[in-house]
């Protein structure tokens, strides 16, 4: 029998590498997602053509607890990855985000502890539970104390936190990876979230680019391909990182500046990119590079596709994107 796995937010960009990575390792997969993001419909028509009967899907949000409830029975693991994930709107409701990043959260942990309280549960958390990291300008291991700032940052970091606590508390297998900047192919950036696929898809469509700060600003970059690898060892060996949060990012060696980051992508599409500046937003971080050794220590991960070849495979699939004008925008 196919082992069973259900994926919050399964039709976005991670979702739906995620999902074509266990799909393809022979896994039985059901993608939960309200598909109010961009881009979300046509990455569920791509992977129900891909992978057809097994893929199931259900259009349902994190907010209802009884869809939740159904939705988790008979898997034996899930990867929560639906959130609200801008910043920016965040500072706009606040409501809206602490529903569905923490109370989200914990109505999936409840319905995790009723229904299947053997499976897996791996909580897609965020640097941003850091804060700002004024005048850290090294890499950030799992030893900083979590200093969230900004509505974003306290619901992910609340979501963390139960998660962590219901393996404590209620035993639950759960395990937290706090990411960063991940990027890759079917991801529709936007100037808040996925900068790097927003950057591709602005130089391809000759679209000015706005870079909030100086552009000097430092990020590490993970291809998703070895994030979906690290999802899968995080699965097969639960039990030596149960209740465990790790930093997961590209490592010092994937590390790369704005400006860094877009003169490569000029120089792979060809196309010259134009851009202005504008102030810092609130709590944007001015150097975050994860430190994973934990994670190579515990589990054996490291990344393994660089920057170059990473950016690459994504130029290579936005060039042929139809919808990038709309999508993007």
Not at 61 to 76: E, S
Not at 97 to 118: C, H, K
Not at 133 to 144: A, F, M, Q, S, T
Not at 209 to 219: A, L, N, Y
Request: proline fraction near 4%; glycine fraction near 10%.
């Amino acid at each position: 029998m196919m082992p069973r796995l259900l994926i919050t937010g399964g039709a976005g960009f991670v979702g739906i590498n995620a999902a074509s990575h266990f799909l393809s390792a022979g896994w039985s997969v059901t993608l939960l997602d309200n598909l109010s993001r961009a881009g979300s419909e046509r990455n569920l028509s791509w992977a129900r053509a891909e992978f057809g009967p097994r893929l199931a899907f259900i259009r349902a949000d994190v907010r209802d607890p009884a869809a939740l409830r159904g939705a988790v029975l008979g898997q034996d693991a899930i990867l929560h990855l639906a959130a609200q994930v801008a910043v920016t709107t965040s500072i706009v409701d606040p409501i809206t985000d602490f529903e569905v990043n923490a109370a989200g959260t914990v109505n999936l942990l409840e319905a995790v502890r009723e229904q299947v309280p053997e499976a897996v549960l791996v909580y897609a958390s965020t640097n941003k539970v850091y804060g700002q990291l004024i005048g850290v300008e090294r890499p950030v291991d799992e030893n900083l104390p979590l200093d969230p700032h900004g509505p974003y940052g306290c619901s992910k970091g609340a979501a963390d936190q139960y998660v962590r606590d219901y393996a404590r508390v209620f035993g639950l297998r759960t395990v937290v990876l706090r990411q960063s900047c991940i990027y890759g192919r079917h991801q529709y950036g936007t100037e808040d979230q996925g900068w790097l696929a927003h950057f591709v898809h602005s130089v391809l469509a000759r679209r000015p680019i706005t870079i909030f700060g100086d552009g000097h600003q430092v990020r590490d970059l993970l291809d998703v391909r070895d994030l979906c690898r690290l999802y899968a060892i995080v699965i097969d060996r639960i039990e030596d990182c149960r209740g465990q949060a790790f930093n997961i990012g590209g490592g010092p060696d994937n590390a790369r500046s704005l400006l860094d980051a877009i003169d490569s992508i000029a120089q792979l599409t060809r196309v010259r990119a134009r851009y202005s500046f504008a102030d810092l937003r609130p709590g944007d971080q001015r150097y975050y590079v994860s430190d994973i050794a934990r994670v190579g220590r515990v589990l054996g991960w490291q990344p393994q596709v660089g920057v170059q070849a990473g950016l690459e495979h994504l130029v290579e699939w936005a060039v042929d994107l139809p919808e990038r004008l709309q999508l993007a925008s």
